[in-house]
């Protein structure tokens, strides 16, 4: 299996202007979270699906952040207008409906820098 | 509600020296237990995990951890650090009735020549 693919790897923008991560979660698997890393705040989680619906995204720091999945093996992150303090590390994780264990699979990650 | 805790943000071992890492949970369900690492720029990877089976686990690299229920506890051990181990180490407990993993802050490994 591929692993959870994450693009682009790197993105580099002005701010103000329209950012969009992607994801493909691995196969199979029916949960899908999106992540935020950054040195001041850590691992922060914004939003998860369940079967491509969102469960829960109180974590979205503000209107500027959306997300999509509109189907079972791709998934948006968008942010719009785009602000320096975005800048961060981006993972998105997929897991199985196997209760008995909810592992999460993590990308490898965006690097987002908001200029 | 699910929480974990992980004491000491930094430590710093020589190599050949032993690895703990402590990590220490609160939850309100049977517990499921992961140690996650983080290497320089790369997403998290399982380390190894705690599903309600043997109290010991082992897990990758030659890292265990122990599940200490009267000690809420799941600390992580080495028995001899490589230089190779030095990453940030998180450690996470289910979110209870959904896929949702709670994490700790996380503790950079650093190893010493």
């Known amino acids: 299996d591929a692993g959870v693919i994450q693009s682009p790897r790197h993105e580099v923008t002005e701010m103000g202007q329209e950012v969009t991560l992607r994801c493909k979660p691995i196969?199979?698997?029916?949960?899908l979270f999106w992540y935020r890393q950054t040195m001041m705040r850590g691992l922060e989680l914004l939003i998860y699906?369940?079967?491509?619906?969102?469960?829960?995204d109180s974590g979205m720091p503000e209107d500027r952040f959306s997300a999509k999945m509109p189907n079972a093996s791709f998934s948006t992150l968008k942010i719009q207008p785009s602000e320096p303090r975005d800048s961060a590390v981006y993972f998105c994780?997929?897991?199985?409906?196997?209760?008995?264990?909810?592992?999460?699979?993590f990308g490898p990650g965006t690097r987002l820098t908001v200029t | 509600a699910q929480s974990v805790t992980q004491l000491g943000s930094h430590v710093s071992v020589s190599e050949g020296a032993l690895v703990l890492l402590r990590c220490n949970y609160s939850?309100?369900?049977?517990?499921?237990l992961f140690w996650y690492v983080q290497y320089p720029n790369q997403g998290l990877q399982l380390l190894l995990k705690?599903?309600?089976?043997?109290?010991l686990v082992k897990g990758i690299n030659g890292f265990e951890a122990e599940f200490k229920k009267s000690e809420t506890s799941f600390h992580l051990t080495k028995p001899s650090a490589h230089m190779s181990d030095a990453a940030e180490y998180f450690c996470?407990?289910?979110?209870?009735?959904?896929?949702?993993?709670?994490f700790g802050t996380g503790t950079l490994l650093a190893v010493q020549p």
């Open positions: 196969s199979g698997h029916d949960y």
């Open positions: 994780a997929s897991s199985s409906r196997d209760r008995s264990s909810y592992e999460q699979y």
């Open positions: 699906f369940n079967n491509n619906v969102p469960i829960d």
């Open positions: 939850s309100s369900v049977p517990p499921y």
């Open positions: 996470a407990v289910n979110g209870g009735a959904t896929n949702k993993l709670i």
């Open positions: 705690y599903t309600s089976a043997a109290t």
